[in-house]
Every structure is written in C-alpha cells, then in structure tokens.
C-alpha cells in the first residue's frame, strides 16, 4: 500500500472513495484501488451516477434490456444504480468480513425529492435495502428535520445508515440522538446491535467555500471555519459515545456512529489540495474522497498524527472570530443545507435527463 495512505488508516481513519462506475467495477480499478491504496469503502450520489452514464458504454446493453421490457425512467435509474452497488458491495465484501463489518461499506442514496418526506424516505431504504440485499451496503438518507426519524425508523429495522447533508452542530447532535433511538428501538424488538452500523457525514469544504466568499482576500481567517466546524462536531461525537446512554447500549454490542468527513475535495487553490485530509486526522473517523484528492493524498499529504484533539478551544475561538467579523454561523449553516438539498435535487434531475437520453438512444 502507498505509505502516506497506509499512514493515515494507522492513524485510525478508514479512506472511503467517493465515486463508483460500471467501468471502475468491471475494469478492475475498485480492486486495484482497495489492494493498493487502502480504499475501504465506496460512497455514491446521482451525480456521480449522472457522470458515470453519460461517459461510460458498460450501460448500454443494461439499459437496451431494460427498454425492450417497457422499464420507464424512475425503473431504469433503479435498476441502473442498485445493480452498480450490488457489484461494488461484492468487490468490498472481503473488507467487510475482515473488519467484521465495520469498513467494506457501499453507501446507496435515498431519492433527493424525498428529503421532506419522512415515510417515503423510510420506504425507499426498505426497497434499496431488499433490492441490493447486501449486509455491507448503507443507505443515505439526508440529515433534514424530516430526515431524522427516518433514520430513526431505518435503524431500528436493523438497516445501516451513511446520514449525509451535516453541516450544523446542532443538527449533528440531532443526527446522533437519532441514531440513538433507532439503537434502543431495534434493542426492544430483539435485534442483534452489532450488526448496525452507521455514518455520519459532516460536509467540510462547503463551509469555507460559503464563509471564505465573505471575507477579504487578505483575511487571516480564510480556511479556518470549515476544520474549525468538523473538529467540534468530533468533540461533540466523543460527548454523545461517552455517555452513559451510549454505553447502556455498548454494553449490548452497538456500534458508534462514526463522523465521516464528506466534501473533502478542496475548492479554492489557495489552499494545500490535502487540507481536508491531513488536518481533520483522527482515530474512528471516515474520510470519503474524491479520487483526484485521493491521488494528492498519496503524492504529497504529510500526515502527523492526530489533528483534531486539543484543538477545541482553538476551534471555538475561530467560530467565535467570524461572529465578531460579521459572519453568522447559523446563516451559514442553514444556507449550506438548503443549497445542499437544491443540489442534490439538481443532480437527480440531471440523473433523470441522462436515463432519458440514454433510453432514446438504446
């Protein structure tokens, strides 16, 4: 394995690549990515399975099948996209096993348009969850307030959950109480706890992108908020998974809901194109990376251990110096989550045009 990617899984963080296609499955490159650089896990979305469609041939004969069965759009997209995390979950099963569930995971998302519907959420990770029929996939359901019972609901029916969308500490501790109950609800119904597990994906970049467009060029401030937000929602995780609610369940074989760091891919190019790795390193954490940071990561990223503990004060003092500038952070916050959803509505519309496209042309 490359050593600056074996240095960061010593350091106790489980590199996740976010990005799956028909061509990296059948090529051999996710084998090839897990046997030499340590990738242990696939998250996905429907613009990674947008791009994956509009460039790849591997679909074609896939999709001819599913026109000449009278299969429409919505069927397609399904069918499409659950058979892609079939096969990456069979590719990521030794892992799985090897981690005893813990990493070897495929995240498959909920549809965007159902982000404020709590039951339809619940529905679809059913259907995904059966039709995949895979105990390493996850299933994504978004952190919106109509989300959390979702989760909620999907846990305790013994599904594993990647909760993505997290900008918000707030929200976040919203997102681990969810989880929580979930636990204690499959707990009454006779469940084994260790067989669930579950994400939580604190969206990084978008933070500073959002918080860095308001200050001067010259701001000392710039690329503090979004590490200085993630390293308190992992203090706020070591709270939650070291209280006495969470070890009433440890104590039954539940599993922490590790923080996954998402969006780790940084957008201004005045920052280091690692930022996002080498200073959010912690043990117990995910990182889900594009594979262009994946690559910088395993060129040039300096990793140095544990870079999160002991920077709590610090991390509040940063928050504390945007309020003082001017910059709200629950403006901030609630502003990510709605242009969050937006694009991940955004994205599924360009899924659904590209299905489209491909069905005319099959």
Request: charged share 30%; with cysteine; proline share 4%.
């Amino acid at each position: 394995m490359n050593d600056r990617l074996k240095a960061l899984a010593d350091a106790g963080v489980s590199v996740w690549l976010d990005d799956l296609s028909r061509e990296r499955i059948e090529s051999g490159n996710l084998a090839q990515l897990v046997a030499e650089s340590g990738v242990v896990g696939v998250t996905t979305n429907p613009s990674i399975f947008a791009s994956a469609l509009a460039k790849g041939e591997k679909y074609e004969p896939q999709v001819k099948e599913l026109k000449e069965s009278g299969a429409d759009i919505a069927t397609t997209v399904f069918e499409i996209t659950t058979t892609d995390v079939q096969n990456g979950c069979d590719i990521m099963r030794p892992v799985y096993d090897a981690t005893g569930g813990l990493d070897g995971r495929v995240s498959l998302e909920v549809d965007p348009d159902l982000a404020r519907d709590t039951e339809g959420t619940i529905k679809l990770a059913h259907r995904l969850w059966e039709r995949v029929s895979r105990p390493n996939l996850m299933i994504k359901i978004p952190a919106t307030l109509e989300g959390l019972p979702a989760i909620t609901a999907t846990i305790a029916e013994g599904i594993s959950v990647n909760v993505t969308l997290i900008f918000s500490l707030q929200r976040y501790r919203g997102v681990m109480d969810a989880y929580l109950e979930g636990l204690e609800q499959a707990d009454a119904a006779g469940r084994d706890l260790s067989t669930i597990h579950s994400v939580a994906s604190f969206f990084v970049s978008r933070v500073d992108t959002e918080v860095d467009r308001r200050l001067p060029e010259d701001s000392p401030l710039r690329g503090t908020a979004a590490l200085a937000n993630a390293r308190l929602a992992y203090e706020a995780y070591e709270e939650v998974f070291g209280s006495d609610r969470f070890k009433a369940l440890e104590a039954k074989g539940a599993n922490p809901q590790r923080p996954l760091w998402a969006s780790t891919g940084v957008k201004d190019p005045n920052l280091p194109d690692t930022l996002y790795v080498t200073e959010l390193v912690v043990a117990g954490t995910v990182n889900t990376m594009p594979e262009k940071t994946l690559d910088a990561v395993a060129d040039h990223g300096e990793i140095i251990g544990d870079r999160v503990h002991n920077t709590y004060e610090e991390s509040r003092d940063a928050i504390a110096a945007l309020e003082r500038e001017g910059i709200s952070y629950d403006e901030v916050v609630r502003i990510l989550e709605d242009e969050g959803l937006q694009k991940f509505e955004a994205s599924w519309d360009e899924l659904l045009e590209t299905v489209s496209a491909e069905l005319d042309k099959a």
